[in-house]
């Protein structure tokens, strides 16, 4: 058994994920109706985008393709994405949790935690991690957010929670929504472990609108963060991963998409709030079952 902590970086051997259900084979159709003759909607599945060829052969071979470059990268994520979105990072993930609601007592499960940043902003609103669940297919990231917090660690994908029906009031995913492989899987996932009022919380990050602010993104994200990544760190796995998140922001469907998906599923109060035109963050309840009409309160 690997020892929590002791990951070495770029040394790791794979994991192995078992993809749950059935693969995108054909098939294409519109569930609703976006975009024409879409890439990214199969037959009962909605694709974050779609495979990335000059990345993985078929879509079976992405969770172990996306989990090697994360395994890798692991040891340089925090420095990378603390300089590269200006130190802000700590401080926006504790404030867009509390002003969704996240509070005291509350059982929070983390998805696709990597090292942590998202669960340790909520251990500082709830004063405690013992209620926090952390859960990410790298057995790297993992190692890095075990060092940080006192919380329960799961190795899983988001599309397969190891988790019992009803079991968590709030749940987060940061910036990971692009990586898995069926958007309406796993939001049906999150709607059956959440307990009914329960919170989801997604941040991602989003391409924006308009010319100018589209030119400035894709520099900034497409070049110049993976140059000075390579620069600072001194590490080619390090600058694939930046390189690998702006090619899955590009080609992301848009947030109309993911809204749908979460409506799908059956979750409530679906929402997109935006901060910068870039920052997206999508929020949804599950809705508590309704109570019925008593007939002792019947009036005649
Ligand atoms: C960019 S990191 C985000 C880490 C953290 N949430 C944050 O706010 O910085 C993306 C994480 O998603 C994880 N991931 C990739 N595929 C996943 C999946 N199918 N289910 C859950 N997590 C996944 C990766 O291992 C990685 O740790």
New binding site residues.
């Given amino acids: 058994m690997r020892e929590p902590g002791r990951f070495i970086c770029g040394k790791q051997p794979r994991t192995r994920i078992q993809v749950k259900g059935r693969l995108p084979t054909g098939n294409l159709q519109k569930p609703f109706g976006w975009p024409p003759s879409s890439p990214f909607v199969h037959l009962d599945e909605v694709r974050p985008h779609p495979p990335l060829k000059a990345r993985y052969e078929t879509l079976s071979d992405k969770?172990d393709y996306?989990?090697r470059l994360?395994d890798k990268g692991a040891c340089h994520?925090d420095g990378i994405?603390d300089w590269g979105f200006f130190r802000t990072?700590g401080a926006y993930?504790k404030w867009v949790q509390e002003r969704h609601g996240l509070k005291k007592g509350d059982r929070v499960l983390?998805?696709?935690?990597?090292?942590g940043?998202?669960a340790l902003a909520a251990s500082r609103i709830l004063g405690t991690a013992e209620n926090i669940t952390c859960?990410?297919?790298?057995e790297g990231?993992l190692a890095v957010a075990r060092t940080k917090l006192n919380a329960t660690f799961v190795v899983?994908?988001?599309?397969a929670l190891p988790f019992p029906d009803n079991s968590f009031d709030f749940l987060t995913?940061?910036?990971?929504l692009r990586?898995?492989?069926d958007l309406e899987e796993t939001f049906r996932e999150y709607q059956r472990v959440l307990k009914p009022g329960g919170k989801l919380l997604i941040?991602e990050v989003t391409k924006p609108r308009g010319r100018i602010p589209q030119f400035l993104f894709r520099a900034y994200f497409g070049r110049i963060y993976p140059t000075l990544t390579q620069l600072f760190t001194r590490s080619a796995d390090a600058r694939d991963m930046m390189r690998y998140?702006w090619e899955t922001m590009d080609a992301c469907v848009p947030p109309e998409a993911v809204l749908s998906a979460l409506a799908t599923v059956g979750l409530s109060e679906v929402n997109r709030y935006t901060q910068l035109g870039l920052f997206s963050e999508y929020t949804a309840t599950k809705p508590s079952p309704s109570k019925g009409c008593d007939p002792s309160h019947r009036h005649a």
């Fill in positions: 969770p996306v989990n994360f994520y994405v990072g993930r983390d998805v696709a935690c990597g090292t940043l998202v859960l990410d297919p790298s990231m899983g994908r988001a599309e995913m940061g910036y990971a990586h898995v492989t941040l998140y």
